[in-house]
């Protein structure tokens, strides 16, 4: 099985995986793609390169991996969402020798661990320069390549792996940093679209009002636009439909259409799965009120 994760080696990507207890049916048939970019990833799965890929989308101080909510935009007819997996984060400052912070004068890494760590850097390190890198590994590259005094921010096993020295470590703003990790798949049921009456798995949509509520322990995730002529209420009228039905609501999220100003995607997770009659028919009555609306994936919450 060939699963894309973003690389090379040293990324809290690459721990994630290490880390999920993820194994194949035959381990021996493992086979790691390392991605230069999260877009490069998702597109290493929509191309067919990938069967798999591990995927960060959100994180507990900083909020949303866009790149990655932009990606499955861009091939929500070919990429579905097959679980997730939490994966607690500890960043560490390191340079290609030990010493003093405050000879340090550039600090580089992805966006994510640079803004997860804004108030260490901004108290222990006012004067150092930021700059940003595809990927914490090429960060530490970077910085184990160069003869000034730089550092980077990646996980500690980035260290030994580009024979650099750790200089602090557990520098992240607040305790109990996590990143939300999506596992991705190849989409194989018409991309994630259903005729009117039925559901997003292609069963009929029950008649009358169907038994309130999701299963319990399952995740579904959909993103949806295009609400009609804008008027008060056209966002909470298109929620209702899930909560009417004693769905709950975890997650809400807009991204913009990038046509024009004002006009946004928004990507929701609820609890339950395609195939609960309550989910099937929330989903088929918020089709009549978005024009564009995708189901991205049904799976077990992590």
Partial sequence: MRVAYLGPAGTFSEDALRQSGFV?????????????????????????????????VENSIEGSVRPTLDGLIEHADRVRIAGEYDHPIRSALMSRAARPLDRIEVV???PQPL??????????????????????SAAVREVAEAD??????????????????ILREGI????????RFLWLEPRSDGGGEAEEGEAPDG???????????????WKSTLVFAELGADHPGA????????SSREINLVRIESRPLRRELARYRFFIDIEGRESDPAVAAAIAALRTKAEWVRLLGSYPAG
Avoid: K
């Fill in 203 to 217: 069963s009929a949509v029950p008649a009358g009002r169907p038994e309130a509520g999701g299963t319990p322990g």
């Fill in 115 to 136: 803004a997860q760590c804004a108030r260490f850097l901004a108290e222990e390190l006012p004067a150092a320069e930021l700059r940003v890198a595809p990927s914490t």
């Fill in 148 to 165: 000034r005094p730089w550092a980077a921010l990646a996980p500690a096993s980035a260290a030994e792996i580009y024979g650099c020295e």
């Fill in 172 to 179: 992240e703003d607040e305790p109990g940093n996590v990143t």
């Fill in 108 to 110: 580089i890494s992805h």
């Fill in 24 to 56: 194949p049916a035959a381990p021996e048939s493992f086979v790691p793609l390392p991605q230069a970019t999260l877009p490069a990833v998702v597109d290493a799965v929509a191309a067919g390169r990938a069967d798999r890929a591990l995927v960060p």
């Fill in 235 to 242: 966002l909470v009228d298109a929620l209702l439909e899930f």
